[in-house]
């Protein structure tokens, strides 16, 4: 998802309903299995729930791309660059210092920043099972969770009360926040959590510093927002993350000009000039969209504003695994990270964040699920990219004209949208009523359409069925059929490179570890994406 993307659109803050997809199924037995790439500790997830509480969603969920769509508008024009005290980077801070990774800060880090973090979880109340431990060893990236005794499903890891959540409710200037909360609204909605870490961090006294002490250094993050852009268009051309990056990095920009500086400058007492700077704060932008999570809404609230991201000490230190382990859960008094399957003395305990493709995980998280290790990876067909399969079909004027009345007409029936995209997975076709209804008014003889029109679509008794699998795909009708393997060849013309290249270079360790990390997580990106198109390549043939 996109940073700036709102409650306003369909499947930003919710968890699409029935999502459910199993094992990836190989074009062939040997397809290539490279090595894993290194771990990385991502943001955390919709986790289940507590009896009598509602599921637990993280912040941000994965998106459903359907309307409005993943990619984003072009970046407006730049904005002037401030000069002063406003730009004044954050090694000037000692904290900063040392969560930035900032060379020349002042201050020493903690020698011992887990010992520090436990004693103040024990001061707080946060209570960790001591069968489990936090360690850089045994972990597939930076801090994680370890069993340090076996551990039987149901068993509580740990307990986080209420108090020491970090939102903008409990940081120190709430009050402030909860007063401005008008001046403070963005599109994003993050903006009051992002400015209560901007002051905890250079707060001498913050209650929270043990728990900074366990933050990845800001400076190396490994969002393609912070890589060259050059590097990013290159690398993940064709897989959708560039145009999230673009619109990320324009609405980063005009949020923190337009809202969080001048409210920090009129504030100079609260937020001192190291914490000035529009770099920190996409940092601190893309700490919040891998480490927050973000608490449901009850059912019979659906139409609220969504709750507010939080930070969540403990919970945000288990790194992610498809296949997890353990799951967050929600109750009134406190956040309990419950075992979900018996887990080994000396095995890392991972939690998940629900299911998101390669693609959502570079860009949001900055690390992927190398192949076939993610049994949640999608392909994108966009849907402007069907229309334009099916005018290749057209001969004569009329047809043409015709064809984008059909179009106009899913348009209206919200099936479709001119910057939306179909979604398909290893199992299902996760927007199959869209697909097919698609399909189906494209491709129906003229007469059928008139009526169609004039009846104003299906009735709730004659509409295509929500569903549709990849084992469905064989049994649709031939135009159909022919119809989507036009449009996935299209798509295919997107990347820079083929199935092919990328299956010799995985295939090569030799080579494939020559390559920068980087590099690999973009090369998994394109061939997952890849392996899916071909897959309904050989469907639809």
Not at 43 to 54: D, F, K, L, N, Y
Not at 227 to 250: F, H, I, M, S, Y
Not at 310 to 339: F, G, K, T
Request: net charge negative.
């Amino acid at each position: 998802m996109c940073y700036a993307e709102d409650e306003k659109r369909e499947g930003v803050l919710a968890i699409p309903g029935g999502r459910r997809r199993a094992h990836p199924s190989p074009l062939s037995p040997t397809s290539p299995q490279p090595p894993p790439a290194p771990g990385r500790r991502p943001a955390r997830a919709p986790c289940a729930p507590c009896p009598g509480s509602p599921a637990a969603v993280r912040a941000p969920p994965p998106p459903l791309r359907v309307l409005p769509p993943r990619a984003g508008t072009r970046a407006p024009p730049s904005f002037p660059v401030p000069r002063g005290p406003s730009w004044v980077g954050p090694r000037h801070c000692p904290r900063l210092s040392q969560v930035a990774g900032s060379v020349g800060g002042g201050g020493d880090a903690d020698p011992d920043p887990v010992a520090g973090f436990l004693s103040w979880c024990g001061g707080v109340g946060l209570e960790l099972s001591p069968k489990v431990a936090v360690s850089r060893q045994g972990t597939v990236a930076g801090y994680g969770m370890v069993a340090q005794e076996s551990v039987q499903p149901g068993e509580l890891l740990f307990a986080v009360p209420r108090a020491a959540i970090l939102s903008q409710h409990t940081c120190c200037i709430g009050g402030l926040l909860e007063r401005e909360r008008g001046a403070l609204q963005s599109q994003s909605g993050w903006v009051p959590l992002l400015l209560a870490l901007l002051h905890e961090l250079q707060a001498p006294s913050s209650p929270w510093s043990p728990y900074f002490a366990l933050w990845p250094e800001l400076s190396r993050l490994e969002h393609p927002m912070f890589w060259p852009e050059e590097e990013w268009r290159r690398l993940l051309q064709g897989t959708g993350v560039p145009e999230a990056v673009e619109k990320d990095l324009a609405n980063i920009r005009s949020e923190y000009y337009s809202i969080v500086l001048p409210f920090m400058e009129a504030h100079p007492e609260l937020f001192s000039p190291c914490v000035r700077s529009l770099e920190l704060y996409q940092q601190l932008v893309a700490l919040v969209m891998a480490y927050s999570f973000q608490e449901p809404l009850e059912e019979e609230e659906d139409e609220k504003e969504p709750n507010s991201p939080l930070m969540v000490p403990a919970a945000d230190i288990l790194n992610h695994l498809a296949n997890h382990n353990a799951h967050l859960e929600y109750s009134p008094d406190c956040l309990r990270m419950v075992a979900t399957q018996p887990i080994p003395k000396g095995q890392e305990i991972f939690n998940t964040y629900g299911q998101m493709a390669n693609w959502q995980l570079i860009h949001m998280y900055g690390f992927v699920e190398p192949y076939p290790g993610n049994t949640d990876d999608t392909a994108d067909i966009q849907m402007v990219t069907v229309r334009e399969a099916a005018l290749q079909g057209t001969k004569v004027e009329a047809e043409r004209l015709l064809l984008h009345e059909r179009w106009d007409f899913l348009c209206k029936l919200e099936m479709v949208g001119e910057e939306g995209a179909f979604v398909i997975g290893w199992e299902e076709v996760i927007t199959g009523e869209e697909l097919t209804t698609t399909l189906k008014v494209l491709c129906m003889p003229a007469e059928e359409f008139r009526e169609f029109k004039d009846q104003d679509g299906w009735d709730d008794n004659n509409r295509e069925e929500d569903s549709l699998t990849i084992t469905d795909i064989p049994k649709l009708r031939a135009s159909w059929r022919q119809l989507l393997r036009d449009s996935v060849l299209l798509t295919l013309q997107n990347y820079a490179t083929d199935l092919k290249t990328e299956q010799d270079l995985l295939n090569n360790k030799e080579a494939y570890a020559k390559l920068s990390w980087r590099e690999q997580q973009a090369l998994q990106v394109r061939y997952g994406q890849k392996m899916i198109l071909h897959n309904l390549l050989e469907l639809t043939s």
